[in-house]
């Protein structure tokens, strides 16, 4: 069964960078599909903020392409998401799920960051 | 790249059926055959309900069915059931791999 699950901390400062982690079990990533990335502010609906081929090729929402960075580690099966310069706005849910075609089948339970000095 | 439009909420009482609409441009749901909706109950992730306009994976009831007519996405949940009260939510492809969601439905069995 394919299972995804988000590590990373759970509150990061104003203006510093967000990373976190999905990794990736009951599957190989390098075996296809892309990877995404979905958060969700509280009490708000849910935001695509981009997406990873297992060969490395990425897509970006194109509202926050300029601080969003997302990388594919296949020998560890798992990948990542870094969003900078983060302000209090970022502060949602973090999703990581796999993608195809915007098909998303399987999620991982999801990760709140805080963005709060 | 704008959400899709969803009404906010919809309701019917138990055995009634419900229909969400999503709509969006011919640039997204109207260009592609690639819309998919989610169903998420309070703190929990969204789960996977209908995919490319009216498949149902396996294990969804086959009371959720989904259709499209030009820019306009739809989800129809028949016999509704108190366990069908959750947030709904559409996605679809956007062209060069990108992807949107809809705005939200909150469900509401009565």
């Known amino acids: 069964q394919v299972k995804l699950q988000e590590s990373g901390p759970g509150l990061v400062k104003p203006s510093e960078t967000l990373s976190l982690t999905c990794i990736v079990s009951g599957y190989s990533i390098s075996s296809g599909y892309y990877w995404g990335w979905i958060r969700q502010p509280p009490g708000k609906g849910l935001e695509w903020i981009g997406s990873?081929?297992?060969?490395?090729?990425?897509y970006y929402n194109p509202s926050l392409k300029s601080r969003v960075t997302i990388s594919v580690d296949t020998s560890k099966n798992q990948f990542s998401l870094k969003l900078s310069s983060v302000t209090a706005a970022d502060t949602a849910v973090y999703y990581c799920?796999?993608?195809?075609?915007?098909?998303?089948?399987?999620w991982g339970q999801g990760a709140l960051v805080t963005v709060s000095s | 790249q704008s959400a899709l439009t969803q009404p906010p909420s919809a309701s019917g009482s138990p055995g009634q059926s419900v229909t969400i609409s999503c709509t969006g441009t011919s640039s997204d749901v109207g260009g592609y055959n690639y819309v998919s909706w989610y169903q998420q109950r309070p703190g929990k992730a969204p789960k996977l309900m209908i995919y490319e306009v009216s498949r149902r994976p396996s294990g969804v009831p086959d009371r959720f069915s989904g259709s499209k007519s030009g820019n306009t996405a739809s989800l129809t949940v028949s016999g509704l059931q108190p366990d069908d009260e959750a947030d709904y939510y559409c996605s679809s492809y956007a062209g060069s791999n990108m992807g949107v969601f809809g705005t939200g439905t909150k469900v509401t069995v009565l």
């Open positions: 990873i081929h297992h060969s490395g090729s990425t």
């Open positions: 799920a796999r993608d195809l075609m915007t098909t998303r089948d399987y």
